[in-house]
DNA sequence: AAGCTTTACGTAAAGCTTTACAAAAGAGGT
DNA sequence: ACCTCTTTTGTAAAGCTTTACGTAAAGCTT
């Protein structure tokens, strides 16, 4: 049905090899061939079947991306950057949304091999699979991203938020204050559990020790940040800055002080981790530290990108999260 | 390198059709053989080359997807659904990015077209492409969403936010509001330009003509419909209720309100187009016009979905935007 | 047991490229 | 004119599947 190569060099009189090395300019061709097919080309509006060339390359030029949702915004910076790396490289990005699901991924990455991606970049749910080292065992390179599995020799690119953290700890010390608290993640999840670990030592560090009422545990979504600082402030002493492990939680613990007539930052000081847009947007704009997305999701596909061609070592990679200072931590209330 | 079909043959000591009937179920093969030959491919490893397999099927199960931009929440949403339809039925998409650039955009579908997908979901730049025209006229599926060309045949799934825009005037009339005004996106572009001929008419409809000076125009982003909301309410008779055209132009306009000790919705009445979460979460939560995103890229896939296995003719389809109510829009103030 | 139908399996072609190798043509030298 | 070397072009194989067609075996009928 559709033109092939061989429409084309029977139009223009010569072999189909001819007709490839004048497309592929891998080899030299004569001027008069040249423009015979050329134009043979050009009328019958050929345009080659990249299966059968990805057959033959053993290549096909695409890449896989399975994160676990590109919904949240966090995925979604990283497939755009991984998107844009890849077609300024020649490379399509098959993406697939995992859902948390192990099953869902194993099948995913089954397709994806089946499909002879070149290379794999996967945010992996926890454990590996036997889909993930047909992968490594062929040979086909894979990179981790944000999230990582040990032992497989995969390289991973993340961003790590201590340093981060600790000059949030450090700003608002300096600010004056001596009550931190924090609305923590999931502990046993992997940013839940590090954001919680690097505030609290960054804290004790300082000889800011955090008691145990300062510490709450919420979900990582809005109404148990909300909860969390709605308990946090109904205590006899409450504290005067706040940190909330993710943004939702952040909006609802504002929403717990909106409640009130508890102002920010005057009254209470407070931040987030993951910085959003709207975080300029809110009154007062928040604080927050932001994990740098863009490059992370570009950094990811470099590294991909430069081991399929082998022009690099698989290395993991580790970018630091900043802390974008706005207006709601100030100096703690004057009263004690 | 990779183990094939051939392998397994061998090993099993069958021909490389029983192997292929084995694993598609399509034709009758004897216990024995069946067993030894499942064991072999467990043994080797084996995991059928989808590129061969296409090239002789000619259906390579996987489908376009070109929109301007994945970080659009709207796009985001899209791309969600339509990977989900998508995967549901077995098929891989390959997401692009145009970036409103009609020469990316066309570089993009040649890829697309070269690696021969199923069927194609674009939200097209303005015109049509040579590029485009490939697909129709090889008979491949194209389904255009939120966006259109006329003329070409091609079935469009969008939302028309007319009957919503009605339901909100009424509601706010319903109000007792009798002085509306709009901030307007770029009335060049198609949903800047709908959405401001919609709130007009309704409004006329319903003798309530708005004047010119309440009529104002942003170019979607945040700062212009700050400094709208700033100009509205410097008029010396200021309109009751203002409706933003997009979600950024309404946080701007409610920043600007922040600036001065105009009360929502006691003094002034706000209401935008294109939900998102965080209008829950703003102080008041804001009415708004919510495009059922999901509704959408669903129906955008199924449609597709359809059209390639033939069992739907092509046939566009509108889906209504839905007003919800929040608390942003109450009466009018009584003082006249 | 012959003849027929059905079932089970193998052979080989086809799907479209790219490319190793061979052959032909051209150029240059004597 | 002949030889050698280089350049250009063609032939055919290979990459991995699926499947039309054909054959052999097995089952059934009479």
């Known amino acids: 049905m559709s033109v092939t190569i061989k429409d084309v060099a029977l139009e ?11 497309l592929s300019g891998k080899d030299t061709v004569s001027m008069r061939m040249r423009d015979r097919v050329l134009s043979s080309v050009e009328g019958l509006g050929y345009r080659p079947n990249a299966l059968a060339r990805s057959l033959r390359e053993e290549t096909s030029k695409t890449l896989g991306l399975v994160v676990s949702n590109v919904m949240n915004p966090f995925f979604t910076a990283v497939a755009r950057a991984v998107e844009d790396a890849a077609s300024e490289k020649g490379y399509s990005v098959i993406l697939c949304n995992a859902d948390e699901s192990p099953d869902k991924e194993a099948s995913y990455l089954d397709v994806l091999f089946q499909k002879r991606v070149d290379g794999l970049i996967i945010s992996p749910a926890r454990t590996s ?9 062929s040979g086909v390179p894979v990179v981790f991203v944000d999230r990582t599995i040990e032992d497989l020799g995969i390289p991973t690119v993340r961003v790590d938020g201590r340093k981060a953290i600790e000059e ?7 600010l004056g204050h001596e009550r931190l608290a ?12 590090d954001r919680l670990k690097a505030f609290l030592a960054c804290a004790a560090e300082r000889g800011a020790e955090i008691p145990e009422e300062y510490v709450r545990f919420g979900d990582f979504r809005r109404e ?5 600082m709605r308990e946090l402030l109904r205590l006899r002493c409450p504290p005067t800055a706040v940190f909330a492990a993710n943004n939702l939680m952040c909006l609802g613990a504002l929403q717990a002080v909106k409640e009130t007539d508890v102002r920010v930052p005057e009254d209470v000081s407070i931040a987030s981790f993951d910085d959003i847009v709207w975080f300029e947007l809110t009154q007062p704009p928040v604080t927050a ?23 690099r070592e698989p290395e993991s990679l580790i970018i630091e999260a900043e802390l974008i200072v706005r207006d709601s931590c100030g100096p703690p209330p004057a009263s004690q």
């Open 168 to 174: 949030l700890v450090e700003h608002l010390l300096k």
């Open 12 to 22: 223009a009189g010569v072999s189909t090899a001819t007709v490839s090395r004048v």
């Open 182 to 193: 924090v609305i923590s993640g999931p502990p046993e999840t992997v940013p839940g559990g």
């Open 289 to 311: 530290i932001a994990q740098p997305v863009r490059e992370l999701g570009n950094a990811t596909a470099e590294m991909l990108l430069g081991m399929i061609e082998k022009a």
């Open 129 to 137: 699979s036997p889909q993930l080292q047909s992968f490594v065992s």
């Open 224 to 228: 148990s940040g909300r909860q969390a």
